[in-house]
Nanobody
């Protein structure tokens, strides 16, 4: 499935941004959708994930309480609401999806076959 990510930008520390991920010509039903990020010189890391059918959500520790992943069944999109942004949140953010992600692999980027193009999030101090 092809994914389209949107919503990145430049924001001051403490600000908010909302990212969205939509599948092209497909539904997210039965999929796990994850958000990952990659800062310059660093490995891609898990940020948050959601099981579309159950709505169960998962977060990386450093974003718990600040980021919220959610689904919109009417729009067939997954969003990542990012509040209280910090300079260390600066990265390219990617959405990913796969229908066969097991729970123990939800934080592993290699478990996802479909990836969006990435959207830049820059948080200034």
């Amino acid at each position: 499935v092809q994914l389209q990510a949107s919503g990145g930008g430049l924001v001051q520390a403490g600000g908010s941004l909302r990212l969205s991920c939509a599948p092209s010509g497909h539904t997210f039903r039965g999929y796990t959708v994850g958000w990952f990020r990659q800062a310059p010189g660093k490995e891609r890391e898990f940020v948050a994930g959601i099981r579309w059918n159950s709505g169960y959500t998962y977060y990386e520790d450093s974003v718990k309480g600040r980021f919220t992943i959610s689904k919109d069944s009417d729009k067939n999109t997954v969003s990542l609401q990012m509040n209280s942004l910090k300079p260390e949140d600066t990265a390219v953010y990617y959405c990913a999806a796969d229908s066969g992600v097991i729970l123990s692999s939800i934080r592993n980027s290699r478990a996802y076959d479909s990836w969006g193009q990435g959207t830049q999030v820059t948080v200034s101090s």
